[in-house]
């Protein structure tokens, strides 16, 4: 059966689906909501699925965040703005002449799988509905755009936004800030926000390792790539000795202690927090108890009045053109081989479906052109696929602590060899 594939996403992982399934020979269509390529690194300062903001660059460095089919430009920075990725992105689509087989403005509502070589795709376009049939979906939606809400008991009266809203500091001139959160989205919005807020305060609920951006004048994932032969957690205790060894102890910047070794949280890259903590322009605080009015109280009995919080607590797995009971990952596990593919629907697949220490766009090339193998049947499915699944569940690369954040993380060079062994041996194994 001639098969048709529908690609719901066209931003860094879906442009590669497209890519490596075309070349492979077979029929495709992605469908977009946004007007082009790019997915969260359109920067647009109204809400809308983007959430990078006005000064966001990349926590991974050009080196190791580019697909191994298109190298950056040597003009583009160490570490690349989200315009300089933009560019990329679309540059890439079109090389590779992607543009003609992706339908923007266009959001997939409802996926229906009628059996192994069939599925009901619901998509609005320009405010019509309808109906069309591919025999293959492969989802590339994305895991950075539906906010993930804190709650507390009491209420705030001040502002309350997440950081998917925010674009720039701007709005918070002049205003007392707190920002919670210990991740990549926290301290780059408190570091923001801090240039021109009358305090900003950061609330974190445990301590974080704060790996600087340059580690001997090298981007830092340059640095760690060089001992990437070494086993996952070895790498690990030795990476977090040397962050220790080049910024200090958290306790020198009124951090809380950071009582997990390296990687069991997803690694938080930042070179100026701790600089704005020692110029007095971020101010530490810890767990919030809960809110009063415009004060909050936190869980070491102090209280401070704020006019906005950023809650930078993260983003939910979520598909919502799947009815739930059918998939819903959003409070894991993730059982999918090798984070793409599902025990049982053979004509699924998830592209960037994971959270590597690192890149995503390199793993989700590697994942698109094994679905592109196995979409033309030069890749077999393994017949212990449940076992596989499972497997994923029990034996993740990296022991982690118990977080919702925490369901889909991949080693970024553990998971790139993977992919790339069974590339290399059913291509090897086809007729
Ligand atoms: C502030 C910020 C900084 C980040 N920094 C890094 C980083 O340093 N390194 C890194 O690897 N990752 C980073 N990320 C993660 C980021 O999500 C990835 O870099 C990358 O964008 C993932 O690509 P994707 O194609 O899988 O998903 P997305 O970029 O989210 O693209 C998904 C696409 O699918 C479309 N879509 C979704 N649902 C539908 C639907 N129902 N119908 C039609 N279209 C739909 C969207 O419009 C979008 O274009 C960052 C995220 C944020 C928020
Ligand atoms: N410059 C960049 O390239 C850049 C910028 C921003 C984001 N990103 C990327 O985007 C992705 C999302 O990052 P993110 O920082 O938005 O989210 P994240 O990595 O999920 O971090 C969320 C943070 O909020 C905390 N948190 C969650 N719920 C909380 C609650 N109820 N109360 C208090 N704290 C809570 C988490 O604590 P726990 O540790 O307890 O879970 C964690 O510290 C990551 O892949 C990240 O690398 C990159």
Redesign the pocket.
């Known amino acids: 059966m001639k098969k048709r594939v529908c690609v719901i996403g066209a931003g860094p992982s879906g442009i590669a689906a497209v890519k490596n399934i075309r070349e492979e020979g077979v029929d495709v269509v992605a469908y977009d909501a946004n007007q082009d390529v790019g997915g ?1 690194w359109i920067f647009n300062e109204k809400s809308s699925h983007s ?2 903001f006005e000064t ?5 460095s050009k080196t190791l965040s580019q697909y191994e089919d298109f190298p950056f430009d040597s003009s583009v920075a160490d ?1 690349p703005s989200h315009q300089e990725l933009y560019t990329y992105f679309q540059s890439y689509a079109k090389l590779f002449d992607l543009y003609r087989s992706i339908k923007f403005n266009t959001m997939v509502q409802h996926c229906k799988r009628i059996d192994a070589s069939k599925w009901e795709v619901t998509i609005k376009q320009n405010g019509i509905e309808r109906t069309e049939e591919f025999t293959d979906l492969v989802v590339c939606n994305g895991h ?1 755009w539906k906010p ?5 008991p009491g209420v705030f009266n001040g502002e309350i936004i997440h ?2 809203q925010f674009k720039k500091a701007a709005p918070f001139a002049g205003k007392k800030v707190l920002v ?10 408190a570091v923001e926000t801090s240039r021109i807020s009358k305090k900003t305060s950061i ?4 301590g ?1 390792r704060i790996v600087p951006k340059f580690i001997f004048g090298k981007p830092s994932d340059v640095f760690a790539s060089k001992i990437a032969f070494i086993p996952t957690a070895i790498r690990n205790s030795l990476s977090g000795l040397i962050a220790k060894l080049i910024v200090g102890p958290n306790r020198f910047y009124g951090l809380p202690k950071v009582t997990h070794k390296m990687g069991a ?6 070179s100026e927090l701790l600089y704005k903590i020692r110029h007095g322009k971020v101010h530490p605080k810890g ?2 108890h809960h809110f009063d009015g415009a004060k909050v109280h936190f869980k070491d009995g102090s209280s401070e009045e704020f006019d906005t919080i950023i ?5 939910v797995l979520s598909h919502p053109f799947f009815d739930q009971k059918f998939i819903d990952y959003s409070s894991g596990p993730v059982p999918l081989y090798l984070k793409m593919f599902h025990e049982a629907y053979e004509n699924l697949y998830f592209i960037g479906m994971f ?1 590597p220490l690192g890149c ?1 766009w390199p793993g989700a090339e590697q994942q698109s052109k094994l679905a592109a193998l196995a979409l033309t049947g030069k890749w077999k499915r393994p017949k212990n696929m449940k076992v596989l699944c499972k497997r994923e569940v029990t034996h993740p690369h990296i022991k982690q ?1 118990d ?4 369901t889909i993380t991949v080693d970024f060079h553990r998971f790139l060899k993977d992919l790339k062994k069974q590339i290399s041996m059913k291509r090897k194994n086809s007729p």
């Open positions: 969260n959430s990078v966001t660059h990349i926590i991974s570490y950075h993930k809400q804190p709650t507390y950081s998917h919670i959160g210990g991740g990549n989205s926290a301290c780059d919005v609330s974190w609920r445990r974080y949280t997803h690694p938080t890259l930042n767990d919030i809650a930078c607590t993260g983003y959270q995503i602590i977080s919702s954040r925490h």
